[in-house]
């Protein structure tokens, strides 16, 4: 497979996070997750070079220490409602375009540190999906087994959000949904420029399983983490 576009992994790792205190710096094996991130980007055989956001300065000395590129992040996109594509955004024109990157046809790989079960394998099978099929964006995603069987929940009420035969129905007789998992996201610099937004329309997927897709969102997730990690993660 010849590569000829300019592959650069994105590693966004702010201090704070609302669901669990820290979030980055949680160690799995003794490993912070952000470096877990780092760790597999740079054992790619795609990635070209790799970029880390944080406002932490213990994360960018320590993402330092690992001999990538660090960018200290404004305070206005370390708020709670500050959002990826805002982070992305401003990574692409503050950064590539400053830093002279021949970015309109670089390929951003987006690898958020709490998918610590996502190693460089899915990374690289990712991205050969991604320039075999010739695509614009491909997203990381797992089967979504109860996706028809959903409630909302309101006023001490639960309705179920699809047609009710689909509650008691087996769930080998439902189509299969899948939902993103959050492990990888892979684009174009100059298509998201355009948007200004990742643009998931006719998006390209890579599957992966229940285990690799867990994400880290808050302590439950995380002490779950922390049992399969003995057995499942390789670093």
């Given at each position: ?118 190693s460089d394998q899915h990374i690289d099978k990712a991205i050969k999906l991604f ?105």
């Amino acid at each position: 497979m010849i590569k000829k576009n300019k592959i650069i992994a994105f590693i966004p790792a702010k201090k704070n996070s609302q669901g669990l205190e820290n979030k980055n710096l949680k160690k799995l094996n003794g490993i912070a997750l952000f470096e877990i991130a780092i760790l597999n980007a740079k054992k790619s055989k795609f990635i070209d070079e790799i970029y880390l956001s944080s406002d932490s300065n213990l994360i960018l000395n320590r993402a330092n220490k690992l001999k990538i590129n660090t960018i200290k992040r404004k305070k206005s996109l370390c708020k709670n409602d500050s959002t990826a594509d805002s982070v992305i955004l401003d990574f692409i024109k503050n950064y590539l375009i400053k830093e002279k990157e021949s970015n309109e046809d670089c390929i951003i790989i987006y690898l958020q540190p709490t998918s610590p079960f996502r190693s460089d394998q899915h990374i690289d099978k990712a991205i050969k999906l991604f320039l075999k099929n010739k695509l614009s964006i491909l997203i990381s995603m797992n089967e979504n087994k109860n996706f028809f069987k959903s409630f909302k929940l309101k006023n001490n009420i639960a309705n179920s959000i699809f047609n009710t035969k689909y509650v008691t129905k087996n769930r080998q007789n439902l189509k299969k949904i899948y939902s993103p998992n959050g492990a990888i996201y892979i684009f174009y610099a100059n298509e998201f420029l355009k948007n200004k937004k990742i643009n998931f329309t006719n998006s390209g997927y890579y599957k992966m399983s229940k285990i690799n897709s867990i994400d880290i969102d808050d302590k439950e997730d995380y002490e779950l983490a922390k049992e399969l990690s003995k057995k499942y993660l390789k670093t």
